[in-house]
């Protein structure tokens, strides 16, 4: 919870326009750096010219994951590494990671030997399909890098007969499977959120701003515009961090501090690739996966996943090089190509148009590369700092690569690296932080069942509403049931599950400036396929009542959001007015 309004915090920030850090570009990495840094007492400002977690951070396939075909590529470093952090995920954050049963159908014994040897040495990068032997000696490795820390259970092979029983609707020709356990998350754009709100208790030396853009660097000052109100303001950092994913390379332009050789000094650190996603409601194929994810080749042999995503099924993804990172959606071939994958292991179920929900797309910020093909691209994360110059009186660490199941070990390597930069020493680590609502999570701490018993007493909340509070929003549910204790919690004329008293509250106290916001990334509503024109419109009446806007206000904000459903997930007005929400 953001302590003070908007107006407040700018207005404190103009008075102290010196920080230590200023970090740009709000996404999963650039929050977990200002965290780490807010935590050591290192004056810091953290400038988002979107929504926090608005690009890649909110692309992700809802994954917490080790990689496990990183392996092939001898990452084993990451693998390692992501392994670790996803296993303190799902310590740290209980309210949004789960661990998720996972399963590869196997078509082949031997095939992919000689191929990913090749590849591991430099000698291959094109895909093939893995056999059985490969994929043994993967989820070995794989249980075998977590053996000190095992918090889940170790793989299993199962027989053609088994996994026919388990899997009846497979592809008759696949021999046999074997499973294994990662993780998924929930909300990333919320647990993201949830490490800004976290530090507010250090204000006084750490502030976070959404919709606050970098416009320039003059006289050796960066220059920030409000997105909001218009307004600029002038800061004086000792260090810059850029942050800003796919956008590196322009960012730097921008803060080269020249205004005629933007474009001239842009930097060639990162080579983004395209990922898309569908979110799919088909019934058969929701209850043929069960619980359980399917991680799968398809008939290149590139990695695809799907598995159950609150109520509908999330399938994907591509993995495709692009230049420019702006104006990206899954495209009609790419959509064509993710259901053809599909059709691997799944030859007689048929995904009809309207079952296709939503649609989303991230651009990956990888290491620049000259790899033909896009997964052989590492994932390996690191640091690149532009030194001071004539125009730019302070250095730039670019934060490079990285994957978003490591943003707390990459966000803690970046701070030491800064805090090096500064003199100064680290004297706290978040590697046992608990984030947000996972804080004495009963998940952890005494069972579930008996924690919302005895909160929905103390609060005079029923039992049945505090669930789906504490599943949202983990410990922090009693945060809004503060709220909802004060004001009448009627539902929403158009969805049950969500109150005006729950949406409110969000507005109020989660940074909100938009009505994507709420919809996107304070709440699941839009990628869970649960949006209409009536509930639309419905949470955009009270965001402007919250916010006093005008009409023409109002105007704009429905047509933006519109053009953001139709343009980048699929979903056109006459889409969302015939949609009918149970």
Same mark, same amino acid.
């Given at each position: ?445 005494? *069972?579930?069942? /008996?924690?919302?018993?005895? $909160?929905?007493?103390?609060? =005079?909340?029923? #039992? !049945?509403?505090?669930? &789906? %509070? ?26 049950? *599950?969500?109150? /005006?008293?729950?949406?409110? $509250?969000?507005?109020?106290? =989660?940074?909100? #400036? !938009?009505?994507?916001? &709420? %919809? ?63």
């Amino acid at each position: 919870m953001t302590k003070g309004t908007r107006q407040n915090r700018m207005d404190a920030l103009k008075k102290s326009p010196a920080p230590a850090v200023l970090i740009v570009g709000g996404g999963i990495n650039g929050i977990s750096l200002y965290r780490e840094l807010a935590l050591q007492g290192v004056n810091v400002v953290l400038a988002e010219r979107g929504d926090f977690c608005i690009g890649a951070s909110a692309a992700l396939s809802r994954m917490v994951h080790g990689g496990l075909r990183y392996m092939e590529q001898g990452d084993f470093k990451l693998v390692r590494e992501a392994l670790q952090e996803r296993n303190l995920l799902l310590k740290n954050a209980p309210h949004y990671v789960f661990p998720l049963a996972t399963t590869i159908p196997i078509f082949r014994r031997f095939s992919g030997i000689t191929n990913s040897v090749k590849k591991f040495i430099g000698l291959s990068e094109k895909p093939s399909r893995r056999g059985a032997l490969i994929i043994k000696i993967g989820l070995t490795l794989y249980d075998l890098f977590t053996r000190r820390n095992q918090v889940m259970p170790a793989h299993k092979f199962h027989k053609r007969a088994d996994t026919f029983r388990d899997w009846p609707d497979f592809d008759e020709k696949i021999i046999c499977s074997a499973t294994y356990y990662d993780a998924w998350i929930t909300y990333p754009e919320r647990l993201g959120l949830e490490m800004i709100t976290d530090m507010s208790e250090f204000e006084e030396t750490a502030q976070a701003f959404n919709y606050l853009e970098v416009a320039e660097v003059q006289d050796g000052k960066v220059i920030l515009e409000d997105l909001v109100d218009g307004t600029k303001i002038e800061l004086m950092p000792q260090v810059v961090v850029n942050a800003t994913g796919a956008w590196i390379d322009f960012t730097n332009g921008r803060l080269s501090g020249s205004e005629n050789d933007i474009e001239l000094n842009r930097t060639n650190l990162v080579g983004g690739t395209k990922g898309s996603h569908l979110i799919v409601n088909n019934a058969q194929l929701f209850d043929a996966l069960g619980d359980q994810m399917v991680y799968y080749e398809n008939h290149e042999g590139r990695i695809c996943i799907l598995f159950r995503y609150f109520n509908n099924v999330l399938v994907g993804s591509t993995d495709i090089k692009i230049d420019n990172p702006e104006d990206i959606r899954c495209e009609a071939d790419e959509q064509d190509y993710i259901l053809q994958s599909l059709s691997c292991v799944f030859p007689n179920i048929e995904i009809k148009p309207e079952q296709i929900l939503y649609r989303f797309s991230g651009v990956r910020p990888l290491v620049n590369s000259t790899s033909s093909v896009t997964g052989q691209i590492s994932r390996e994360h690191y640091c690149e700092t532009i030194p001071k110059s004539e125009n730019t009186p302070f250095p730039t660490v670019c934060l490079i690569g990285g994957k978003w199941t490591t943003f707390r070990a990459f966000g803690e390597q970046a701070a030491d690296h800064v805090l090096e930069l500064l003199g100064e020493s680290r004297k706290v680590s978040t590697a046992d932080l608990a984030i947000g609502g996972g804080k004495s999570h009963p998940l952890m701490n005494g *069972g579930i069942d /008996k924690w919302i018993s005895h $909160h929905a007493k103390s609060h =005079e909340i029923e #039992e !049945s509403r505090l669930k &789906i %509070l504490l599943e949202r929003y983990g410990t922090r549910s009693i945060d809004f049931v503060g709220t909802i204790a004060g004001e009448n919690d009627v539902p929403l004329e158009n969805h049950s *599950g969500y109150s /005006k008293a729950e949406i409110r $509250h969000i507005i109020r106290n =989660e940074c909100v #400036e !938009s009505l994507s916001d &709420i %919809l996107f990334r304070r709440t699941a509503l839009a990628i869970s396929g649960e949006l209409n024109m009536p509930l639309i419109d419905e949470i955009l009446d009270i965001l402007v009542r919250e916010k006093s806007w005008t009409d023409d206000k109002k105007s704009q904000e429905r047509t933006n959001l519109l053009w953001r459903l139709s343009h980048f997930h699929g979903l056109s007005e006459a889409n969302l007015s015939n949609r009918q929400i149970s």
